[in-house]
């Protein structure tokens, strides 16, 4: 018994760190950083994020969040990887039927931003752009970034729930992205 959870526990640690991608579905795409030894930015998108029942559903006025997962984790030999950061902001959309403009709240930069086109909305949604990561990274370490996006519509009361039943299938996660950097003389390297 133990030869064999042995034999498992070899053959799964190679695809520990291995993001798991969907062929179809919302997936995390564009991932880039840039930056310094004291600071880095990530951007990204949620790709395949916005389907037409989900663009039905936030012109009936219904408010959507997407909400954004950000790790940063340091790799460690024979010992678990320790976390540096944990971050998590949303991005919400409301539609005004009377003034026909779409206001996108963004949580990670404190503002709300008001459109008339659901394109330009939609761009806000899925985009997360130079969001700031202030850990202080040290030279020759291995790290990793790790991005993930669920998208909600708010949660009705309960007699609407069971009159807009559709709502609940307007909900998804992506699977954890990720990217491998180190730092050699101040300056970020991408590993993969």
Request: hydrophobic share 40%; proline share 4%.
């Amino acid at each position: 018994m133990i030869r064999i959870l042995s034999i498992l526990l070899v053959l799964l640690i190679p695809f520990s760190h291995v993001p798991l991608a969907r062929a179809d579905g919302p997936r995390i795409g564009d991932l880039q950083l840039k930056g310094g030894k004291g600071n880095i930015t990530v951007s990204f998108r949620v790709e395949e994020g916005f389907t037409r029942d989900i663009k039905e559903a936030i012109l009936s006025g219904m408010p959507t969040t997407f909400t954004f997962f950000i790790k940063v984790q340091r790799k460690r030999t024979l010992w678990w990887d320790e976390e540096v950061g944990s971050f998590r902001f949303r991005h919400t959309v409301r539609y005004d039927n009377l003034k026909e403009e779409f206001t996108v709240t963004l949580e990670e930069d404190k503002r709300d931003v008001k459109v008339k086109d659901i394109d330009a909305a939609k761009d806000l949604m899925v985009r997360v752009k130079d969001f700031s990561i202030p850990v202080r990274f040290q030279d020759g370490k291995i790290y990793y970034i790790k991005t993930k996006a669920e998208l909600k519509t708010i949660r009705l009361p309960f007699p609407l729930r069971y009159i807009f039943f559709f709502v609940s299938f307007l909900e998804f996660k992506t699977d954890w992205y990720e990217k491998v950097f180190t730092y050699k003389d101040g300056r970020l390297v991408v590993i993969k």
